[in-house]
C-alpha cells in the first residue's frame, strides 16, 4: 500500500498541521510516512500545502507526484490542485469555501468543515480538524484511536478536548 495525499488550502487554515498530524497518526500505525509542507511568504491568506506519503514498503522518492487523495479547503486550492489528483482519486472539499460545482473523475465529498467548525466550536481553525476525522473515515488511511493520540501529542494543551470534538464531528458527519 503506498497513498499520496496532499492538503491544501489558505494559510492560517491549519493545512500543515493537519498533515503533521495525519503523518504522525500514520507512524503511530506502523507506516513509513514522509511529511513536507509549502506556504507563501506572507503565510496567513496564501496558499499552504501539505503532502504525505504513506507506504508500508520503504519510500524511494519522497515528493508527491499525482495524489490519491486531495483534501482542498478553499476555491484557490480546488483550482490549484485538482489537475494533481490521479483518475478516480479521492476528493474532499470544504464546502463552506468552495459554492461551485466542481467537475473530476474523483470521488467527490463535500464537507462543511469551517461551517461546523464556526457553529460547534466557535472558531473556524477547528476545521481541519473536522476535515481530518472525515478523511479518516471516508480512506480508513489511518486508525482512529492512532489519529486521536496524534491530535492529543500535537495540537496545544489547552486545545485538546475541543480538537478532538471537532475531529470526532467529522467521522460523524459521514
Given at each position: ?78 483550482k490549484?490542485n ?69 491530535i ?23
Amino acid at each position: 500500500m503506498r497513498v499520496e495525499i496532499r492538503i491544501s488550502g489558505l494559510g492560517g487554515q491549519g493545512v500543515v498541521l493537519a498533515g503533521y498530524i495525519l503523518g504522525k497518526a500514520a507512524v503511530y500505525d506502523g507506516k513509513n510516512v514522509v511529511q513536507t509542507q509549502s506556504y507563501g511568504a506572507e503565510a496567513r491568506g496564501s496558499a499552504a500545502k501539505s503532502e504525505l506519503i504513506i507506504s508500508d514498503e520503504k519510500i524511494g522518492f519522497p515528493m508527491v507526484r499525482k495524489c490519491d487523495i486531495l483534501v482542498a479547503m478553499s476555491r484557490e486550492a480546488v483550482k490549484k490542485n485538482l489537475k494533481d489528483l490521479k483518475k478516480n482519486g479521492i476528493l474532499l472539499i470544504d464546502s463552506s469555501y468552495v459554492k461551485s460545482e466542481v467537475k473530476a473523475e474523483a470521488k467527490i465529498f463535500k464537507i462543511q468543515a469551517t461551517h461546523i467548525a464556526e457553529k460547534l466550536y466557535g472558531q473556524k481553525i477547528y476545521a481541519n480538524m473536522v476535515m481530518l476525522g472525515a478523511l479518516t473515515k471516508i480512506t480508513n488511511i489511518v486508525n482512529e484511536n492512532s489519529m486521536e493520540q496524534a491530535i492529543k501529542n500535537v495540537v496545544p494543551k489547552e486545545t485538546i478536548i475541543k480538537n478532538i470534538q471537532a475531529y470526532k464531528k467529522g467521522i460523524e458527519i459521514i
